[in-house]
């Protein structure tokens, strides 16, 4: 069982953010905006613009 | 989340594999009746706009039974098939018995409320039929019957007395429901596409886009809101970004498992997750047909990419076809029932679908940079234990109908004389049962609960600034200008 300071969504001291956070973030939403525009760019071309 | 398990584990012990299995048996009663003539579909109880009570229900094929008898076998043969589940998943059967049985009734009585004209039928139906429905005026609020069951599920849930709402939970399994609905969903695809191939293909990967981007985008905003404006715990942090960024409940469970969060983390979102969904199908339908009702599925698209359960997504997505096709009917055009709704659905299927692999690669990022576990690995089978096995039922009910359709094996006719009660009043049925049951299960008192402030902050944030608006340009990106068949 649980205590309830546990269920707490926040730990007593605050977790540090890490570096490789940032590169996970920013990896990500890069490839997400690569994504997007290529996806968008077929998404138009075979589907949309027809 | 690394235990030895088979492929084959859990499929006659989980919600996700018994909405697979009963969704398909009643596929297979539909393609019995198709092939073969014999009434195994028509029985089923079909809800009508009525103005005489004695006919707001009957048998979905008239002339094979009376109304009540096509009721009560409605209710012995729904209540046999969820019965046999819920027996294999081991769940107290004499008390889900009883609960469903209520659930079951009160849903009917809710069905037929809102299914009353002067609630529901449009200006068209009174202009098109006026003996049957013969009122000068109705309020032309197609799908209220789902906010009239929600609501009354939401008043049993949160207001009725804890020994009953508590009992009654036993059996409001809304997510169980909705993938049941949602397998018989893939049927109406079928017979959708057959008449509408292209359209329908274009949909499925225009969803499966979206969704890809929505992913990728969704999820780093979602976590690195939580850690720097809420200072929230990586813990937490990731788990509540999947919950809001992906699936909700399952994606919460799912993170949890892959990064080994404690087990009180995907619950407490898992709570978070139902209550915003229930807010956000009883807001957006009503708010996208206000101003979206001429990109009707960018709208529903929408839906798939920004509410977070399947059932309130499918119910959303319900309201959303009924709202958005009686409005432009008062414009003179005539939408085909069910492609806004499937517009819903299919990005939400798609977030289902990636569900495994995002968990798997959470769970490599996890133990290979969070948490620095080198050596540790991973096996690629947790992304077929991850995979939502009601999205199989979904695609075989749809390709296995789509696919006789279109190689002429059996006549269209037929198959929609199978199919129909089962894409139509069954599906309908369980959405209603979905409703219900969303609300019973929905307990607004969860947020005032000692720790949620901050997570409820954070989600409604996260909801507001990313998902929502990311989630809309990107439904628009990927489907505007897609409009459904339309119909004489």
């Known amino acids: 069982m649980k205590d309830a300071h546990e269920a707490e969504p926040t730990g007593e001291a605050e977790e540090p953010w890490l570096p490789i956070e940032t590169k996970l973030v920013v990896g990500s939403v890069i490839a997400g905006v690569v994504t997007l525009i290529v996806l968008a760019f077929v998404v138009h071309i075979f589907i949309l613009g027809k | 989340m690394l235990e030895q398990r088979r492929w084959y584990s859990g499929m006659l012990s989980t919600e996700d594999w018994w909405a697979v299995w009963i969704g398909l048996f009643f596929v297979l009663l539909g393609l019995l009746a198709a092939a073969s003539g014999v009434e195994s579909t028509g029985w089923i109880v079909k809800f009508s706009k009525w103005v005489d009570i004695t006919k707001s229900f009957r048998a979905s094929h008239k002339a094979l039974l009376s109304p009540a008898a096509s009721l009560i076998l409605t209710y012995v043969v729904f209540t046999g098939a969820t019965c046999t589940g819920a027996k294999f998943m081991k769940w107290n059967v004499k008390k889900y018995f009883i609960a469903w049985t209520i659930i079951f009734w009160l849903t009917v009585v809710f069905y037929i409320v809102g299914q009353n004209a002067y609630i529901a039928a449009t200006s068209l139906d009174l202009k098109k039929h006026p003996d049957k429905y013969p009122i000068a005026w109705s309020l032309s609020l197609g799908g209220a019957y789902y906010i009239i069951a929600l609501f009354a599920g939401l ?7 804890k020994r009953f709402r508590t009992f009654v939970k036993e059996a409001a399994k ?31 990967f225009a969803g499966c886009c979206a969704t890809i981007a929505a992913y990728l985008l969704f999820w780093p905003l979602a976590y690195t809101i939580c850690r720097k404006v809420f200072k929230l715990t990586k813990e937490w942090a990731a788990c509540l970004a999947s919950a809001i960024s992906i699936c909700g409940v399952s994606a919460a469970i799912a993170t949890g498992g892959a990064i080994r969060a404690r087990p009180v983390v995907p619950i407490m979102i898992s709570s978070l997750v139902v209550v915003f969904a229930v807010s956000e199908l009883i807001i957006l339908p009503g708010v996208l047909t206000h101003y979206w009702s001429h990109e009707p599925i960018v709208a529903g698209a929408s839906l798939g990419l920004t509410v977070k359960t399947d059932g309130a997504d499918a119910a959303s997505g319900a309201i959303l076809d009924e709202l958005i096709r009686a409005k432009v009917a008062g414009e003179g055009i005539h939408w085909d029932e069910g492609w806004i709704l499937a517009s819903a659905i299919m990005t939400k299927i798609w977030i289902d679908m990636f569900i495994g692999i995002w968990a798997f690669v959470l769970a490599v990022v996890w133990v290979w940079y969070i948490e620095r576990r ?19 039922g979904y695609f075989i009910a749809w390709f296995l109908v789509m696919g006789l359709g279109l190689a002429h094996i059996l006549p269209f006719a037929d198959l929609e004389f199978g199919m129909k009660p089962i894409e139509g009043s069954l599906r309908k049925f369980f959405f209603m049962l979905t409703f219900t049951s969303i609300g019973i299960v929905t307990d607004f008192r969860e947020l005032a609960k000692e720790g949620l402030g901050r997570l409820a902050a954070a989600y409604g944030t996260i909801l507001l ?9 990107l439904a628009w990106l990927f489907h505007h200008g897609m409009m459904p068949p339309t119909v004489p």
């Open chain 2, 155 to 161: 008043f049993i849930g949160n207001l009725t007395p």
């Open chain 2, 174 to 204: 809304p997510e169980w429901f909705i993938k049941v609905a949602i397998v018989c969903l893939g049927t109406k695809l079928g017979l959708k596409a057959i008449e509408a191939t292209g359209f329908a293909m274009h949909l499925l």
């Open chain 2, 374 to 392: 080198p050596g540790e690995v991973v096996p690629k089978s947790e992304i077929w234990f991850r995979f939502p096995k009601f999205v199989l």
């Open chain 2, 465 to 473: 600034v990313i998902i929502i608006p990311i989630g809309l340009f």
